[in-house]
């Protein structure tokens, strides 16, 4: 991200803004939130420290409130502890998940305040997702942080997301959320709304991999973070009916319960065609287990010793196992390696476009989220799995919900230098100043990683913003949702003449289309500067921009233009064309960078029903608990809460 630790920071600035967390609560004794040095708490802070039996707040977490059944804000399962910790955690040296990723963990913005509203557990409640939405605007936070979200993605009516962010912007707080963990698939992205940051997850240029060495001598490179010692023997592999005196060929190869006997697996190493029932391995007293990732290219924790090969490797492994008698293999500790190719979007991070309103580029933008480490609850089971014993400090989670807090810690960091610009300008301003990703490299282009990976650091200056107001944001609401509403709107704007950081639209196969954009950028850079557009990208799109300079006097100065599009038409559904508007100043310091994106969309794509949607935290991990929820709980709609690791 560009963003070291002697990056230039308003200390004052950083210290004054509050973020208010929306997960499954705290651990507040952990290194990551100690108060020492902080001054007190901001005066204008209103919230309260509701947070249950020997739960404490301090100058750091500054406030606490639990809802449902629960009766404590302390974090029982992990989630809500890593987030906060890599938003704002406090610097603390030499930690790692032992001995792997070992460093000095600090979160964003380590001076910035924490509220904190425990919503979820293994669910999370509509009503107490709005309730804390609700709280945390009346206590005063400045940006909400939310990695959870719909399995599949809700109408803004039914979505307590998008209505909480929604009274959030009235109120001047910008809601960032977590895009989803539902990818690749096309059409699975949430937090669809104009008024939310939709974050997409990447990866870094760290990766943890794991290396297995069979009994011929050949060595495979598998993913996992195995944190046990390596084995010091070759050990004996199993697989198919080897491990079974009771089930059939193709049953034991899927490692089902039933199908395990601890007699024959115990202190073995077993192979498996599913990810999914590792813990059951575990829990027949295997030793070991290959299993294959299904193109996940992401490391998880496992509750023993785990590689996950691609399918050539798993092939490779088989083929062995049938070439010997008695087939032996060792699986190593893990180790970190340089990923040269970072940053690509995950291949489980949700893709646009929007289910529901089609004129809108979604996800925002793209953040870390692969193997990230951060603080945890020492209540929770590294590897999220009730075989599982151990209890640590700091773990490695990868998930949407690891990228949402990365990009709340960069608005509240933008903030701390311009506290009185509003959601939209800041919002703006980490989204025309992101890294420009390679569309050749990540499938589905734009409707992967949005505008693109973000860049803190050119944020804090990004010369021009795109500055929605909120009446705009209401017309959009009644022209989406007339229909579904029965109420008149007293004035349309369509999602073209949203004054967005970026532009897309749908239109049908085979047609030629013209449409325009019109668009308002406010100086913030230069009081006299002047700006040049130019246009980058596809051939197969004719871009005008009207006018093509921009001549500024004054800060805060408002100009506007209109970008029209043309082409031919589009000879395939489900294709996108995409172009950049680049603003650039006289001086070529600032470039303001706009993504323009042409599709044509798929007939059924859009049309899948948001009935019986779960909210849940955005965990990746194959062995996270499951977390449907119910179809109601006391009598209110519930949506799973998928806490986006």
């Given amino acids: 991200m560009g963003f070291p630790t002697t990056i230039e920071r308003s200390p ?23 108060d020492e040095g902080l001054g007190p708490v901001p005066a204008r802070w209103k919230g309260e420290c509701q947070g249950g039996t020997n739960f404490t707040c301090n100058r750091k977490i500054i406030g606490a409130r639990y809802y449902g059944v629960e009766y404590s804000v302390r974090d029982m399962h992990g989630h809500g502890t890593h987030v906060a910790s890599t938003i704002a955690g406090r610097q603390v040296n030499k930690v790692g998940y032992y001995g792997l990723a070992q460093g000095t963990a600090r979160g964003g913005v380590s001076s910035a305040r924490l509220a904190v509203y425990k919503a979820c557990d293994v669910d999370c409640n509509m009503r107490d997702i709005l309730t804390a939405f609700d709280d945390a605007i009346s206590d005063g936070v400045d940006i909400i942080s939310i990695s959870v979200g719909s399995n599949d993605p809700l109408e803004f009516t039914s979505d307590p997301i998008a209505i909480g962010a929604f009274h959030a912007m009235q109120r001047g707080i910008l809601t960032v959320n977590a895009a989803g963990n539902a990818g690749p698939g096309l059409y699975s992205v949430t937090g669809d709304a104009p008024w939310i940051f939709a974050v997409a997850a990447s990866n870094t240029d760290r990766r943890i991999v794991t290396k297995l060495l069979l009994g011929d001598g050949t060595i495979l490179m598998g993913n996992s973070i195995n944190a046990f010692p390596s084995s010091n023997e070759e050990l004996p592999l199993l697989y198919g009916k080897q491990v079974t005196s009771e089930c ?36 027949a007293g295997a030793i070991g287990c290959i299993v294959p990732n299904h193109g996940n290219n992401v490391s998880e924790v496992g509750p023993l010793p785990i590689a996950a090969l691609n399918t050539h490797d798993i ?54 989220c692969v193997e990230i480490l951060a603080a945890y609850s020492p209540m929770a089971p590294p590897s999220h799995t009730y075989i599982d014993k151990r209890s640590v400090k700091y773990n490695i989670l990868s998930g949407t919900s690891m990228a949402c807090p990365h990009v709340a810690a960069a608005a509240a960091f933008v903030k701390s230098f311009h506290p009185n610009w509003s959601p939209s300008a800041i919002k703006s301003a980490l989204m025309t100043t992101t890294w420009e990703m390679n569309p050749n490299r990540s499938l589905d282009t734009e409707f992967a990683y949005g505008s693109g990976h973000i ?40 999602l073209r003449q949203l004054n967005y950081p970026s532009m ?29 557009a130019s246009i980058t990208g596809s051939t197969k799109l004719d871009v005008n921009v009207d006018p093509s300079i921009l001549h500024f006097t004054s800060l805060n100065q408002r100009k506007s233009f209109v970008v029209t599009v043309s082409g031919k038409g589009i000879k395939s559904s489900l294709t996108v064309e995409s172009v950049s508007l680049l603003w650039t100043d006289e001086d070529d310091i600032h470039k303001v960078r706009s993504p323009i994106v042409v599709y044509t969309g798929n007939t059924t794509g859009n049309t899948t029903s ?11 991990s194959r062995s996270a608990p499951k977390m449907d929820a119910p179809p109601t709980k006391n009598g209110v709609p519930s949506y799973k809460t998928q806490m986006i690791k």
């Fill in 12 to 34: 004052r600035g950083e210290s004054d803004t509050i973020i208010g967390i929306i997960d499954g609560g705290i651990w507040p004794e952990s290194e990551s939130f100690s």
């Fill in 248 to 283: 059939s060929e193709n049953e034991a190869s899927y490692c089902h319960a039933r199908c395990l006997d601890g007699n024959l697996v115990e202190q073995k190493v077993v192979l498996c065609d599913v990810d999914t029932n590792i813990d059951l391995v575990k829990a």
């Fill in 315 to 368: 092939n490779l492994v088989k083929t062995y196992q049938n070439s010997t008698r008695s087939p032996k293999v060792q699986i190593f500790k893990s180790q970190a390696i340089n990923n040269q190719v970072a940053p690509l979007v995950a291949s489980f991070s949700s893709r646009g476009p929007s289910r529901f309103i089609s004129d809108i580029l979604k996800p925002d933008i793209t953040a870390p």
């Fill in 455 to 494: 860049d803190p650091h050119k944020a804090k200056d990004p010369g021009l913003v795109y500055d929605t107001s909120k009446e705009d944001y209401h017309k959009i609401w009644c022209s989406i949702f007339q229909s579904i509403l029965n109420t008149p709107c007293d004035a349309n704007l369509t």
């Fill in 504 to 532: 897309a639209v749908e239109v049908d196969v085979n047609s030629a289309f013209v449409v325009s954009f019109p668009r308002t950028v406010t100086n913030v850079g230069k009081a006299n500067s002047t700006y040049v």
């Fill in 610 to 620: 948001s009935a019986g949607a779960s909210i849940s935290p955005r965990n990746s």
